[in-house]
Structures are given as C-alpha cells and as structure tokens.
C-alpha cells in the first residue's frame, strides 16, 4: 500500500483510483461496507485526514480515537487498500468550500474515478456539504458517487461511538462484533522503568496518548510483533493503566508476551484486546503483585488457547 500525505503533484501512477472517504476511526464493520463499494476496475483507494478534523477543532478535547494513524493503515491494508491519501487537516483543508474540495482535492488533485461515502458524510467548511453535494459536484467535476447505507447490528446502528462505548465498560468482545476485528492498539515499544522484568514479567511498554482507552485494568492479548527479527504473533497479558502500586498516574500500555525471549525496544507492536481480566489493583507487597500477576497469565493463556 503507498500512503501519500499530500494532494497535489502526485504520480500519474498513483491518480485514477476509486475511492472510500472518511476519517475510518476504528475501521468498523460500516467502513468496511463503504471500502467494498470502492472495489472496482480502478485500483482502491482511501481518503482519509491526519490529524482528525476533531481534534484539530477542539484540541484540549478528551482524546476520542480509537487508533492512531499508524493502526488505521495497518488495518487498511489488510483489507486490500492500494493507494492510502491521508490528507492533512490543517486552516487550508478546513477553509474548503464543499465545491472547493471536490474541484481542488478530488478532481485535479487526487483524480478520482469514483467515490464512496456513507449516508451521513458531510465536507467541506463548517460541514456545509452533504453526500448529495458531492453527487453534484462529482456530475460536474468528472467523478461519479455512491452513496452507502449506514450498518446495523442486532438492531442497533454500528458507530464508533457504540464501539468507545463497550470498550470503556471492559466489554472487548462486544467492541469487535462491531469492528469486524479485535481493537489494537499498535505503536512502538518504549523504554519503560523496567520493573516487569525484575518482578518476572519484562513487558513491552507503549505509548496510549492521543488514544480513547479502554476501561483501565488487565486484558488477555493477541499480540502481532511487526517489524524487526522477532516479528510474528504471540499471546500475552496487557496491563493498561497508571501503575497506583508505584504511584505514577500517566497512562500506558505494558504487555507480557508469552513464551517469548529477545529484545524489541524500538520494534513496533499490534495489540489486540481479546478480554477483560480484572481493575487495576494496589497491592500490600511484591509478593502479592506477582501472585496475582501470576494468575492473570494462566487465565489468559486459558481463554487465548480457544480463540
């Protein structure tokens, strides 16, 4: 997949492609209907926008996103995407009038041949434009447009929102119904304090800002190492939390990998929630902590052996 953060001068190779437009956050099962009405002859496209539109709007806002730029193209990816456009969000894009973005953008930027949006898109400054605008404008500017109907699920509309929702209350399995897949987090390993290692458990601690966090506590994880010697999946045990044994309050993600032995700071991780364990304890000791840690691991390795 090329991924282009740019609308202007692009290859001739790299224009004419059929595309789903969105901001994807989660990639759920009603993008993934707006991305198979976008395959065709031409080859498949995203158009998509980096930083969301939210948060360059409201930037002090609670962190909303269910991936970050670098999950939602892993994601994509796996679903065949050939041509990713994340455009960047900034004063320019925001001063677009509806016209604007799809003459500009769509028709002499990115040359599309087609595009897909789902029933309640709307572009362009202060939102002005509908999916019925772009039909319009794509009749006027060379570019055809398909309209997809929004998805349900056991009745109930599929929106990133109901998935932020089961995710805050520790219901995973109910969040991947809606996604189609297990909610990732992916990012690169950092440098930690190290203390999993010298309690038994060396974890691989990663980076949560910017992300909607699931409800704090400890997770049964699939675990896809993605770059670097070591790279391929795994089971594991999450923490996601703020460590109150050790009276630290930022939040991250520290994730035990099992039966595994090597270095992979700097390498970069997919995590998958599979199920919620338990709250974010303290504890009297040490001893109590890794008592307890120790029967995490086996319940998760119980549950992970049957997914």
């Known amino acids: 997949m090329r991924i282009h953060q740019h609308w202007q001068g692009l290859a001739q190779a790299d224009r004419g492609a059929s595309v789903a ?41 609670p962190a909303f996103r269910l991936m970050n730029a670098e999950a939602r193209a892993n994601r994509l990816a796996k679903l065949g995407v050939q041509q990713l456009y994340q455009l960047p969000f900034d004063a320019v894009m925001a001063a677009f009038t509806p016209e604007g973005f799809a003459h500009d953008v769509l028709a002499q930027g990115l040359g599309v041949s087609h595009v897909v949006v789902g029933r309640d898109f709307c572009f362009g400054k202060g939102r002005a434009g509908t ?46 119904a809606m996604l189609g897949h297990w909610h990732r987090i992916d990012g690169e390993v950092i440098h930690g304090a190290k203390r999993g290692r010298e309690l038994g458990f060396p974890t691989a601690n990663m980076s949560v800002n910017g992300l909607h966090l699931p409800r704090i506590g400890v997770y049964a994880v699939k675990v896809d190492v993605l770059t670097g010697p070591l790279a391929g999946s795994y089971n594991g045990a999450a923490s996601l939390g703020v460590r109150p044994m050790f009276g630290e309050n930022q939040p991250n993600l520290e994730t035990y990998l099992f039966d595994f032995d090597g270095d992979i700071y700097g390498q970069h991780l997919s995590v998958a929630f599979v199920d919620y364990l338990r709250p974010e304890m303290k504890f009297d000791g040490l001893p109590a902590l890794i008592t307890q840690m120790t029967a995490d691991c086996h319940r998760a390795r119980a549950i992970l052996a049957d997914v």
Do not use: C, W, Y
């Open 21 to 61: 437009m969105g901001n994807f956050d989660g990639v759920h099962l009603g993008h993934r209907s707006v991305i198979d009405l976008a395959r065709g002859a031409a080859p498949l496209g995203i158009v998509t926008f980096e930083p969301h539109p939210r948060e360059f709007f409201a930037p002090d806002a």
């Open 131 to 176: 999916a019925a605008d772009l039909q319009a404008h794509g009749d006027k500017h060379g570019f055809s447009v398909t309209i997809a109907d929004l998805i349900t699920l056991d009745g109930a509309e599929v929106s990133s929102s109901a998935i932020r929702a089961a995710l805050s209350e520790g219901r995973p399995r109910d969040a991947a």
